[in-house]
């Protein structure tokens, strides 16, 4: 069984290719490389199609790596979020405004002229 020099040369090109992206330090698009490949083969995918989802997939992960990053910075004992916060232990916070507010409702009204009536408000 031997390989055809198309065989070969696709191979090595797939290669140098995951060597492209480990030395640029694209380390998920490298892995995901194979996979990305695959599927635009099987659907006919454009290269820039293609090429745009595996940069999605590096992009993703890098945003991932630096939430963790700045979650660690930041110190805090545990990631709670608003749904872990215990209202009732709590009865001076009101918990419709805060549920509003975790809304960002409010930057809607600011784009709309309301960022006076915020200024303006005791």
Known sequence: MST???????????????????????????????????????????LTAALEQLLEIEVEATE????????????????WTLADFDFAAQPGVDEKLIRDLATLRFLDDIGRGGYQKLRNTP
């Open 4 to 46: 055809s020099p198309m065989q070969v040369s696709e191979a090595r090109r797939f290669q140098q290719l995951r060597g492209h992206l480990s030395y640029l330090k694209l380390n998920d698009a490298a892995e995901a490389l194979n996979r990305v490949l695959d599927q635009a083969r099987t659907e006919r995918m454009s």
């Open 64 to 79: 991932a790596r630096k939430l963790a990053a700045r979650e660690r910075f930041a110190c805090l004992p545990e990631p």
